[in-house]
């Protein structure tokens, strides 16, 4: 609690200092919650969306629909872990290096289900408007996640 002393600007600059932590949860748990809603929640209606995943930039909500639909239908269990979050002192952008653990039951990258589990670490930029996602970039070890898809790692 804020001692009463505090000045709005010092409330202010905890609360930004704060932000990019609560942002890597807001993010987390979106993800976690395999809900497209809450996932596509977190973006403007005109996001431009990148990860290599997906063969095709994505635009707009309904591409990213699709590509989470894709993507929980491979990976139902898919969960993210965020340790590391770095965002602009003007909160207009930010980095996520996040850690994704699964279990592959569905066809992914042009492999069928093998029921492996998988953890592939990647990181995420986003460019932000009004505290929400604009422009993504999603980057991970595809080769490595194919290696332990097929039970190389």
């Known amino acids: 609690m804020p001692a009463a002393s505090e000045s709005s ?3 202010e ?3 930004r200092s704060s ?3 609560e942002y890597a949860r807001i993010w987390a748990g979106a993800w976690n919650s395999r809900d497209p809603k809450q996932v596509i929640g977190l973006m403007t209606g005109d ?3 990148q990860d290599d995943s997906w063969p095709s930039v994505m635009r707009g909500p309904d591409d990213v629909r699709s590509w989470l639909e894709a993507l929980w239908t491979a990976f139902p269990d898919l969960e993210f872990e965020v340790p590391e979050v770095y965002m602009a002192p003007d909160h207009s952008a930010a980095a996520l290096h996040w850690v994704a653990r699964a279990t592959h039951r569905g066809q992914f990258g042009g492999v069928a289900a093998t029921g492996r589990r998988i953890e592939v670490d990647g990181a995420d930029f986003h460019l932000l408007r009004d505290g929400r996602m ?3 970039r999603g980057i991970y070890d595809n ?4 290696r332990q898809l097929q039970g190389g790692e």
């Open 9 to 11: 600007a010092a409330r």
């Open 13 to 15: 600059a905890r609360a």
């Open 19 to 21: 932000w990019p932590q």
């Open 47 to 49: 996001v431009v969306y």
């Open 134 to 136: 604009h422009r993504v």
């Open 143 to 146: 080769a490595a996640l194919l």
